[in-house]
């Protein structure tokens, strides 16, 4: 069952970093927090996809990252943390990403959910270099939109390999 992390003593929930950053309190439930921010960016993802398409999402993917470097710095500092857990506006950007890539199909987005999780969780290099070397708000972001760019080409790479098998 979902538990609740309190948040930083510094902070309150309705401050704009804190609801950003924990992308409406979704990185306080736990365990793992951010496959929970992950899940609660996807109705969000599907509501732009179908109000503009996959270039809206790819758009408001991007945005996200912008806000989340300040929304994550300012989160972290006030945690004492350099990449406080509760922290998923990461995630929320990233997965966008990956779902602005794909076919709006189930399958399709169930892979891209998968494969970003993988990825993010894993962190094979250059994503775990990536992690050590950048510090602040922007660290905290570019691991996980280096992760989609692993997810979207790993689904693309399957997807040939699958067109070709069948």
Do not use: N, Y
Request: glycine fraction near 8%; aromatic fraction near 16%.
């Amino acid at each position: 069952m979902a538990r609740l992390t309190p948040l930083p003593a510094s902070l309150r929930f309705h401050h704009p970093a804190a609801l950003i950053a924990t992308w409406f309190g979704a990185g306080l439930l736990r365990p793992a927090p951010g496959t929970w921010g992950t899940i609660a960016a996807i109705p969000f993802a599907f509501a732009i996809f179908w109000a503009g398409g996959a270039w809206l999402l790819a758009l408001a993917s991007l945005l996200v990252f912008a806000a989340g470097i300040q929304a994550a710095g300012h989160f972290c500092r006030a945690a004492g943390r350099d990449d406080a857990p509760e922290v998923v506006i990461d995630e929320v950007a990233a997965i966008w990403l990956v779902l602005a890539a794909l076919p709006m199909t189930p399958l399709a987005w169930g892979a891209g959910f998968f494969l970003f999780r993988f990825f993010d969780i894993a962190k094979p290099w250059p994503i775990s270099a990536a992690e050590r070397r950048f510090k602040g708000g922007f660290g905290v972001m570019i691991d996980d939109m280096i992760a989609a760019l692993f997810a979207i080409f790993t689904f693309i790479v399957f997807d040939i390999l699958w067109t070709v098998i069948s």
